[in-house]
T-cell receptor
């Protein structure tokens, strides 16, 4: 079964609003989670690394004030897209490595965001 | 940084064998992953190579040559459901555990 969940799976919002996406590890504790974005027919682009108990590490070109990440517990990381615009419409996917199992990375099912 | 190349599209026939290549250039290396991704879904893990050689898992095998910066994914006895995008991802030794850079993916179409 799934080991990483995301909520919501799909969201449609108006331009200017904020959207929160949750990523949960279901049967293990994840001190690190990763947030990716994928535009149609493109590959996954890493946005940021979410670290439990500390600030997220953002990739170059990703605005940390626009994409707020909070890793409040060992099983939950949230990504908030603030003041969303149509160009933020994308497929957002989180992933989490299982501690001690460096040969795998579990992906959540993804969240399809559409900004009108 | 990392540079990962794989073919954009491939077509194969049901029941056949197909090999998807991936070449990479990286400042550090801590493993190479292959993922399968169907349209509209998240990637699913297929294989992991960190040492040179072939890893076999049923109909899927993956090969790695670190000296050549080269990997391939071999799919045998192709089925229609294997039509998907296949992503090669390299984990940089200098980064956090699990942080990977993805290639653009190879869209495989399996025809009857």
């Amino acid at each position: 079964g799934a080991v990483v969940s995301q909520h919501p799976s799909r969201v449609i919002c108006k331009s200017g609003t904020s959207v929160k996406i949750e990523c949960r590890s279901l049967d293990f504790q994840a001190t690190t989670m990763f947030w990716y974005r994928q535009f149609p027919k493109q590959s996954l682009m890493l946005m940021a690394t979410s670290n439990e108990g500390s600030k997220a590490t953002y990739e170059q070109g990703v605005e940390k004030d626009k994409f707020l990440i909070n890793h409040a517990s060992l099983t939950l990381s949230t990504l908030t897209v603030t003041s969303a615009h149509p160009e933020d419409s994308s497929f957002y996917i989180c992933s989490a490595p299982r501690p001690g199992a460096t040969d795998t990375q579990y992906f959540g099912p993804g969240t399809r965001l559409t900004v009108l | 940084g990392q540079n990962i190349d794989q073919p954009t599209e491939m077509t194969a026939t049901e029941g056949a064998i197909v090999q998807i290549n991936c070449t990479y250039q990286t400042s550090g290396f801590n493993g190479l992953f292959w993922y399968q991704q169907h349209a509209g879904e998240a990637p699913t893990f297929l294989s992991y190579n960190v040492l040179d050689g072939l890893e076999e898992k049923g109909r899927f095998s993956s090969f790695l040559s670190r000296s050549k910066g080269y990997s391939y994914l071999l799919l045998k006895e192709l089925q229609m459901k294997d039509s998907a995008s296949y992503l090669c991802a390299v984990r940089d030794h200098a980064t956090n555990a699990g942080k990977s850079t993805f290639g653009d993916g190879t869209t495989l179409t399996v025809k009857p």
